[in-house]
């Protein structure tokens, strides 16, 4: 007998399972109570202690280790794992985009302007003659200096709303649009076009509409009538600098969470009114730019304007540099699910709206309204419109009006107030007291 040795001692379970069955039931509970603690422990350590934003960053490496990577077949039949993140693919995505827009003649020139001398209009786009720092329109700078600037905000960013879209069912075409109290008539104009003109139309379409803040009685006629999934904006999940809903971060993190899921993405405001499509052209014309946003005839708003200073610096672009570019408007978008938008061109532009230096940095909450009786760069800021339209213009430069659309799939309806609802809900009344008094 070993009586003596350390095993022998230490270990007292062959001994208890020789004792009375009370002990022999005691044990085990006793262990298992002893587990227990341990893992609340654990949990409590995690939640109390540790800061969230570390496992945040340990949750970002875990998954970009195991689900960004692609597996590529080199050829030779070695596989080579492919970061989809990684600069070297997001700058390929650019080239193979760029060329297979060219091939297919679908880059377009854009207008020529005058130049500021002699252009009479205050706020309309001019080119700057005396600007000495011109756009660069070599390919190579263009995309480096887009990943190099954004490249922290990229590999540290993470999408609140990813959670909430994870297990969604892929839908053809998936419209997304959000609206708050103050809003709440203008977008009923908005779902009621989609009622009428569209969804009769087209089959295999999602709708997914953000409370950004509605009354109970409006939540209560959304669910009722919008014939949309109703969704819960997390305000509480966005980091605080960026947490603001004037800040229109919860835009292009909407539509980022979204494409995934979705052949066709379409961003729809309030102020959208959809017309009454003959064919499916809308749609066609996404799947060849990839992405369009409106470029209308109405406003010549300049983007070097309406975009802060801090943003220009941030992405290392003078404004007087684009001078002649109108603004791209984004209140109506159309995004395709393919590597170049999705990997590049959306995730840059949500990276942008969770880094509190890029899409609403400081001093930017009091610079909504544009004073369209003076010249002055950097006077205002368009958010998320100002961050797309300088990633467009930093990689295709005159070319950017290549990814534009004409209106004839919308109209725009500022302040444009329908009660949708009430009508539906008058019309349900009147249909419950007729049955009623049958
Ligand atoms: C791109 O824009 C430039 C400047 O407007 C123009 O000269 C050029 O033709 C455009 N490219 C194509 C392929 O249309
Ligand atoms: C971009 O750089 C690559 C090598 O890094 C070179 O082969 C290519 O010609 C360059 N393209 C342009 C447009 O300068
Ligand atoms: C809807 O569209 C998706 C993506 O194009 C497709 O995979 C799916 O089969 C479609 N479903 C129906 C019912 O047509
Ligand atoms: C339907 O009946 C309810 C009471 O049951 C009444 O309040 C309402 O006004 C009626 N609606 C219409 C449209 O007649």
Not at 183 to 199: A, D, P, R
Request: proline content about 5%.
């Amino acid at each position: 007998m070993n009586r003596g040795s350390i095993a022998g001692r230490g270990l007292c379970y062959p001994r208890i399972w020789q004792c009375s069955s009370r002990k022999r039931i005691i044990a085990p509970m006793l262990l298992a109570l002893c587990i227990l603690t341990f893992i609340f422990c654990i949990k409590a350590l995690r939640t109390f202690i540790i800061p969230t934003d570390y496992i945040a960053r340990s949750r970002m490496s875990f998954h970009s280790k195991m689900t960004l990577k692609k597996v590529l077949d080199s050829g030779a039949g070695n596989e080579v794992h492919e970061d989809i993140k990684s600069d070297d693919y997001l700058r390929r995505q650019y080239f193979i985009k760029y060329t297979e827009l060219k091939q297919r003649q679908l880059l377009t020139a854009y207008p020529e302007k005058s130049s500021c001398l002699e252009e009479k209009s205050p706020a309309v786009p001019c080119y700057d003659t005396t600007c000495t720092t011109p756009l660069s329109r070599d390919q190579n700078y263009s995309i480096n200096s887009l990943l190099s600037t954004t490249h922290h905000a990229r590999m540290t960013m993470l999408n609140p709303l990813q959670d909430l879209t994870a297990n969604l069912k892929y839908t053809h075409v998936t419209i997304v649009a959000a609206s708050s109290q103050n809003h709440f008539l203008e977008v009923q104009g908005m779902i009621k076009s989609l009622h009428e003109n569209i969804f009769p139309k087209f089959k295999n379409i999602s709708f997914y509409f953000y409370d950004m803040g509605l009354t109970r009685h409006q939540l209560f006629q959304l669910q009722e009538y919008c014939r949309c999934k109703v969704i819960n904006f997390p305000f509480h999940l966005m980091p605080g600098a960026v947490s603001n809903i004037r800040c229109f971060t919860w835009k292009p993190l909407i539509v980022h969470a979204h494409l995934p899921k979705t052949d066709i993405l379409i961003w729809a405001d309030a102020s959208v009114r959809f017309t009454s499509p003959e064919n499916d052209d809308l749609f066609n014309d996404v799947m060849n730019k990839g992405l369009l946003g409106g470029l209308p005839d109405r406003f010549f708003r300049p983007v070097a304007h309406n975009t802060a200073l801090q943003m220009f610096q941030y992405f290392q672009i003078e404004p007087c540099s684009v001078a002649q570019f109108q603004e791209v408007e984004a209140n109506f978008l159309a995004f395709q699910n393919q590597p170049f938008i999705r990997d590049l061109i959306v995730e840059t532009w949500a990276a942008c709206a969770l880094d509190p230096n890029c899409m609403c940095p400081e001093g930017t909450l009091n610079m909504h309204h544009c004073d369209y009786n003076v010249r002055k760069y950097a006077k205002c800021h368009r958010f998320d419109q100002s961050t797309m339209n300088l990633i467009m213009l930093k990689l295709f430069q005159e070319n950017y009006s290549s990814f534009s659309f004409s209106q004839k799939y919308y109209a725009i309806k500022r302040s444009n107030k329908v009660n949708y609802f009430d009508f539906l809900d008058e019309k349900e009344n009147l249909r419950a007291n007729k049955s009623k008094n049958v």
